[in-house]
């Protein structure tokens, strides 16, 4: 294995001194530059990886040399042969370990070292082209004019030749390439109109669109037409390159003149759908339709300025143009885009109520007055290079932050509560699904997230683009974020964290399948106990759980063994603030083993009677008879006493207490008593029903019915059952019960007025005659009414 890590290095070496010379011959070019250094970062990681598979081996041979133990000193006997021979052998091993180890590190050191160069060579080539300075004699001379005039004439003879060629041999294959393109086209251009035209085309019947439709369709109708195009772009390029088509000069043309246009139409697009000029209602700016119009105009001018100065750039270096022709073109595109700043801060978008024009704000506008100002300045005194640099950010950059504000804006509108169920697509949802408002706000929170995290996906790489990084920056940017950043001795890695979540979701959605599986297959088809069957799959999913957090943690790149110092410095916690929730946790534990009660059981725990709803790890839920659920810890229903009328079985007895007068007949009574008990259709046979005359009561004799139920939770039907029959027998058989005697009510005296007796005696014989005519209209009601003489 030496052997071959020995060779791995001298090939790695070798690649490094050849890499380093392309520095030397690539040293003013940004993109070769970029694809260098990823080349070295590869051979980088390679180097350490080289270094890192002798860790095991090491491990081993420091173990074996310390088993061998030292040599003997001088004077003692002397060991074996085998044993120093042994010995020898791992030391020239672990010597020739340790120099590949310190060749891969040299070698790493030196990639390091030259991929800082590589950094200042590019900060270097950005500042010369922002800071360059050319003569501008040449603008103006006749030599531009001639220089153009040549240029076009070499541009149309290019094109004109490739025309021929195509025409002449690539007939077929272009036709076919065009064919598909048209027909891939077609199907984006129809198919997205059908499926998306409601979300990025106006909608002139909606009276007063909201302002989350207005940003969706701004957002929305600049992204999707703008993609639709670049997709229609890229499959005409592919087929024609695909199909042989294309020539070096001519593709190389085709992708400029593709960009040039993309760049315009969503420029376009954009001011379109956030000025509306045809369509005020729709419109996110308030500003008047006549400037709204002017506005769509310079945008979309200072956009195709921009495109065609691209373009001909590309031209320009393809065919070698003159330096004077590629400082003219760039002079012309930055003092137009300039003035059309300018004029831009100049228009008046507002009105009042009086009719009078207001222009933008002052802050606006002379932020646009500075740029166009500074953009002519900087083309005026020479520095070609930056104006046009801010040119392509004022234009294309601006875009691209307008176009995803408005998407943050639209993600954060639909995330706001009620806010999805508004929109057209929630309405739509909510009317195939049926789901509540609650939902509905959860699938709105999950969209918001998903269209913020697709705006960063998309736009964040554009502008690093724009502002001078190359693709291999931003691909090794995405390589350390995947593969792990750096942060004191800690790594996170946004790959391995993604992992782990994906890991444990997977593992929570197992754990529910399993749990639904050995629920309904093999415990109900065993015909296992409800409250086993509950305890069982409450354990089993714990454990799930726990073990899917365990391996999600792990695929997450999280060494479990850093945990054992924060769980040691929680314990301190644990013994103190949370001592009532881990008695709690393992009073749970104690009951699902233990199972004293179980789901579906109607206990009593001090002042709480009710039926077992759930059993969780930290309280029990009980539903009393009236519905009312109480949550219950589970440390008090270990630690106290708990009555349990169902532990075993459902059968128990029921006592229903009866008094009778004193003078009846006792006997008959308990006649009577015991045969209402045995005849009613829920009292058990066995054990069978007993009366018991159990006390001589201060105002009744006192009889207690004892029956036993096979299902106690049937005892309030049944007692229910049996005092109604006992009223009724004892009606029959006109046996008292007699009623406690009602509480006499205390008398007030009052000291009496001073009245005539004559007078007195008078109201009491006219009170007297009211009561008996009253007495003798209600014996007059209750008599029969008299048929009518039909004579």
Same mark, same amino acid.
């Given at each position: ?16 001194d ?15 530059l ?11 990681r ?6 890192t ?44 370990i ?10 790493s ?11 200042t060579?590019?900060?270097? #080539? ?8 050319y ?8 030599e531009?004019?001639s ?15 490739w ?11 272009a036709?076919?390439?065009t064919?598909?393109?048209l ?29 989350l ?8 109708s ?6 639709a ?21 001519i ?8 960009s ?7 420029? $376009? ?7 509306? &000029? ?14 709204a ?6 945008s ?18 393809q ?9 003219g ?21 507002f ?16 932020l646009a007055?500075a ?8 083309? *005026?005194?020479?520095?070609i ?7 392509i ?15 943050? #804006? ?17 309405r ?29 996906l ?5 502008? #690093? ?5 190359? &693709? ?9 974020l ?13 790959t391995?964290?993604?992992t ?6 997977v ?10 599986? *050995? ?5 109900a088809?065993g ?36 945990l054992a110092?924060?769980a040691?410095?929680?314990s301190l ?8 929730v ?6 749970g534990l ?10 579906g ?16 790890v ?34 128990g ?30 009292v058990?046979? $066995?054990?069978? &029903?007993?009366v018991?005359?159990? $006390?001589f009561?201060?105002n ?20 229910n ?22 509480q ?6 009052h ?36 048929? &009518?003489?039909? $004579?």
């Open positions: 294995m030496v052997v071959e890590q020995q060779k791995a290095l001298k090939s790695l070496v070798t690649k490094t050849g890499l380093a010379k392309q520095i030397e011959q690539n040293s003013d070019d940004d993109g070769a970029v694809d260098i250094r990823l080349q070295l970062e590869d051979l980088a390679q180097a350490l990886n080289t270094a598979v002798f860790r095991p081996r090491l491990t081993e041979i420091g173990s074996k040399l310390d088993q061998l133990g030292p040599p003997p000193a001088q004077g003692q006997p002397a060991e074996p042969e085998i044993v120093a021979n042994e010995r020898k052998a791992l030391n020239n091993e672990k010597a020739e340790n120099a590949v180890i310190a060749g891969a590190q040299t070698l050191l030196r990639i390091t070292t030259m991929v800082d160069n590589i950094s060579l590019r900060s270097k #080539l950005f500042r010369n082209l922002l800071t360059k300075r003569a501008l004699d040449k603008v103006v001379s006749s531009l004019v220089d153009a005039n040549s240029e076009f004439t070499n541009l149309y003879a290019a094109v004109s030749s025309f021929g060629f195509v025409l002449k041999f690539k007939y077929q294959a036709l076919v390439a064919i598909m393109a027909v891939a086209a077609a199907v984006l251009l129809i198919g997205g109109r059908r499926l998306y035209g409601r979300v990025f085309e106006f909608n002139s019947n909606i009276e007063e669109p909201s302002y439709s207005r940003l969706s369709l701004a957002f929305w600049t992204l999707l037409p703008t993609l195009l670049g997709v229609f772009f890229f499959s005409t390029y592919f087929f024609f390159d695909y199909y042989g088509v294309l020539r070096g000069d593709g190389v043309f085709l992708r400029a003149l593709m040039a246009i993309g760049v315009a139409f969503c420029v $376009n697009r954009l001011t379109n759908a956030a000025l509306s &000029p045809r369509m005020p209602k729709w419109r996110l700016i308030p500003v008047e339709s006549g400037p119009r002017w506005l769509v105009r310079l979309t001018a200072m956009a195709v300025v921009l495109g065609i100065n691209s373009f001909l750039s590309v031209v320009n270096e065919m070698g143009s003159p330096l004077s022709l590629t400082v073109r760039s002079f012309i595109a930055t003092i137009i885009i300039g003035l059309i700043l300018i004029l831009m801060g100049l228009v008046r978008p009105r009042t109520h009086t009719g009078e024009w207001r222009p933008w704000p002052v802050w606006l506008r002379y007055y740029l166009g100002l500074f953009t002519i300045i900087a083309a *005026l005194l020479g520095f290079g930056l104006a046009i640099f801010l040119s950010q004022i234009v294309v950059t601006g875009t691209i932050l307008i176009t995803a504000y408005i998407g943050f #804006l639209s993600a954060r509108a639909i995330g706001a509560e009620g806010g999805f169920a508004e929109s057209s697509v929630g739509w949802f909510a009317a195939q699904t049926n789901l509540e408002d609650g939902t509905l706000d959860q699938f709105g929170l999950a969209t918001s997230i998903a269209i913020n995290l697709l705006i960063v998309v736009f964040l790489p554009l502008i #690093l683009l724009l502002w001078g990084f190359q &693709p291999g920056d931003i691909q090794a940017w995405a390589y350390r995947a593969t792990g950043v750096k942060i004191g001795s800690v790594t996170i890695s946004f391995g964290i993604l782990g979540i994906v890991v444990f979701v593992g929570y959605f197992v754990t529910r399948w399993f749990q639904a599986w *050995l629920d309904d297959s093999v415990m088809r015909r296992v106990d409800t409250g086993v069957r509950n305890s069982i799959r409450l354990i089993v999913g714990y454990a799930g759980m726990a073990l899917a957090a365990l391996i999600g943690v792990s695929a997450a790149g999280i060494d479990l063994s850093n110092l924060i040691g410095g929680l916690g644990l013994g103190f603030g949370l001592q009532n881990v008695s709690n946790f393992v009073s104690i009951l699902l083993a233990e199972r004293p009660f179980k789901v059981d109607w206990i009593v725990a001090g002042d709480v009677s009710g039926t077992v709803k759930k059993i969780s930290r309280a029990t839920e009980i539903e009393t008879f009236q519905r009312q659920s109480v949550i219950l810890p589970n440390s008090n229903l270990i630690n106290s006493a708990v009555g349990n009328w169902t532990h075993r079985n459902k059968l007895r029921v006592e229903i207490k009866v008094g009778v007068a004193y003078g009846s007949d006792v006997r008959r009574v308990h006649e009577i008593l015991l045969e209402i008990a045995r005849g009613h259709p829920l058990l046979k $066995n054990p069978e &029903p007993f018991q005359f159990v $006390n009561g201060p009744a004799l006192d009889f207690e019915i004892r029956i036993f139920l096979a299902d106690i939770m049937n005892g309030g039907s049944a007692q059952d049996i005092r109604f029959a006992v009223i009724e027998a004892f009606t029959r058989e006109g046996i008292e019960i007699p009623s406690a005697p009602r006499a009510q205390p008398h007030i005296h000291e009496p007025w001073p009245v005539d007796d004559d007078k007195t005696e008078a109201l009491h014989a006219e009170k007297e005659a009211v009561k008996a005519e009253a007495e003798r209209n209600r014996t007059k009601g209750r008599r029969k009414p008299r048929r &009518p003489d039909p $004579n």
